[in-house]
């Protein structure tokens, strides 16, 4: 029990650590500039399709620096990288939604709680990737695939929000790639190890 605890608060870290230290100050520095906000102006679904992706970058790659650092063994459960990731997709959830609560009407944080719950299955499904790229020694395929489905799944706001009916396309895409993602995982049991096994 203690270890999972201890892989929930890493997950919560890498979150902490790649967002709210490093992207989004970073962000928020860029967004500052003239020079920024002239590019946005001009290109504003290119802008928003890279700022999409930057939260692929950033979060992946942490997860992969995560992975290399604290979990040195090859031969480990499925489980680890499902607990990553809720810890990882939780604290970002639980900082989504207080940073929405001043702007979000109450009739809609129905949909803001389904859009965090479909983030967190995202993210356990990304983290089981990046996982698998160790698990199967392919770490730099597995980090570039993972990075590619975070990008992809981001995108999906700047693309669509211009249309009508776009929160409940983007929420029903969303649900579409959780369940692919969970069908993912589930698969991915071939690559782990269970309990009953001797290592």
């Given at each position: 029990m203690k270890k999972k605890g201890?892989?929930?608060?890493?997950?919560?870290i890498c979150f902490t650590v790649s967002q709210l230290l490093l992207r989004i100050p970073l962000l928020n520095y860029f967004l500052g500039t003239s020079k920024f906000q002239l590019l946005y102006i001009l290109n504003p679904l290119l802008i928003g399709i890279l700022i999409a992706f930057s939260a692929g970058v950033f979060?992946?790659?942490?997860?992969?620096?995560?992975r290399n650092l604290f979990f040195k063994k090859k031969?480990?459960?499925?489980?680890?990288?499902?607990?990553?990731?809720?810890?990882?997709?939780?604290?970002e959830a639980i900082f989504v939604l207080a940073s929405s609560l001043s702007v979000v009407?109450?009739?809609?944080l129905k949909i803001a709680l389904l859009e965090r719950v479909l983030a967190i299955v995202l993210h356990v499904g990304l983290t089981v990737i990046v996982w698998?790229?160790?698990?199967?020694?392919?770490?730099i395929q597995y980090l570039l695939l993972a990075i590619f489905i975070?990008?992809?799944?981001?995108?999906?706001?700047?693309?669509?929000?211009?249309?009508?009916?776009?929160?409940?396309?983007?929420?029903?895409?969303?649900?579409?790639?959780d369940i692919f993602i969970v069908l993912y995982v589930y698969q991915s049991k071939k690559y782990y190890y269970s309990k009953g096994e001797k290592r």
């Open positions: 201890i892989t929930f608060l890493l997950g919560g979060e992946e790659s942490f997860r992969f620096i995560f031969d480990t459960k499925l489980s680890v990288p499902i607990i990553f990731g809720l810890g990882h997709g939780t604290v009407p109450l009739g809609e698998n790229g160790f698990q199967r020694n392919k770490k975070h990008g992809l799944a981001n995108s999906l706001i700047p693309i669509l929000v211009p249309f009508a009916y776009s929160i409940l396309i983007i929420e029903s895409l969303l649900f579409l790639i």
